[in-house]
């Protein structure tokens, strides 16, 4: 069965500092993965997405994620966070040859950035 | 152009009961998935209704069901409550199979 690892519970960090969030996945064919944010006291929304190609996706808010295919990894970056990127974050894998839409979600890495 | 939106945002039931959980779809899109979220957890896939019928199911047992509308509005029902239903039910709508979802705020169910 697919499973998402996000391995950060909860990350701390001051703004300016860089952010890497690892997410890892099982699954054996080809994915479709996504990151997506839900900032306090908002909906769920897309931060970014892997279909195929470039396996470096740029997403919103200058957050860029990396597919590497040998290491079923997706890892979340940010090179300088600010106060309003705290929010929480999940990674989600979709199989290619899976019907519908459903994602498989982790459980969430909540960032908390202090000012 | 409203986004999804569910109702109610807030509810409590006690053991037994029965809920129904509303969702409207972002315009423009003909599918609609419902997840639950318990908390300190992700997101997880309940089913998802495209052209009125349910197209694919997680683990989930009968007691969740559901149904899609012509205008692709959608209901989740619960039966038999339980204490461990309590969760944020999410909805989730796409245009297509593409995976990217736009999420509504949620119904909180409070099983007593």
């Known amino acids: 069965a697919q499973s998402v690892s996000q391995h950060n519970h909860h990350v701390i960090l001051s703004e300016a500092a860089s952010l890497e969030l690892g997410c890892n996945y099982s699954?054996?064919?080809?994915?479709?993965l996504f990151w997506y944010v839900q900032y306090p006291g908002q909906h769920l929304q897309l931060l970014l997405k892997?279909?195929?190609?470039?396996?470096l996706v740029k997403g919103i808010k200058g957050f860029e994620a990396e597919f590497i295919k040998s290491k079923f990894s997706f890892n979340l970056r940010k090179p300088s966070v600010q106060w309003s990127d705290t929010a929480e974050y999940f990674c989600?894998?979709?199989?290619?040859?899976?019907?519908?839409?459903?994602?498989?979600f982790g459980k969430g890495t909540t960032l908390s950035v202090s000012s | 152009d409203a986004g999804v939106t569910q109702s109610p945002t807030h509810l409590i039931k006690t053991r037994g009961q029965q809920v129904t959980l509303r969702c409207s779809p972002k315009?423009?899109?003909?599918?609609v998935s419902w997840y639950q979220q318990a908390l300190g957890q992700g997101p997880q896939f309940i089913f998802q209704?495209?052209?009125?019928?349910?197209?694919q199911r997680g683990n989930f047992p009968d007691r969740f069901s559901g149904h899609q509308f012509p205008n692709y509005s959608s209901e989740l029902n619960v039966n038999a409550l339980l204490l461990g239903d309590s969760a944020l039910y999410l909805c989730?709508?796409?245009?297509?199979?593409?995976?990217?979802?736009?999420f509504g705020e949620g119904s909180r169910l409070t099983v007593l």
């Open positions: 989730a709508s796409s245009a297509g199979f593409t995976g990217e979802l736009f």
């Open positions: 699954y054996g064919g080809t994915v479709n």
């Open positions: 892997y279909f195929s190609g470039d396996p």
């Open positions: 989600a894998v979709k199989g290619y040859n899976q019907a519908g839409t459903a994602l498989i």
């Open positions: 315009s423009g899109h003909d599918t």
């Open positions: 209704y495209y052209e009125e019928e349910e197209r």
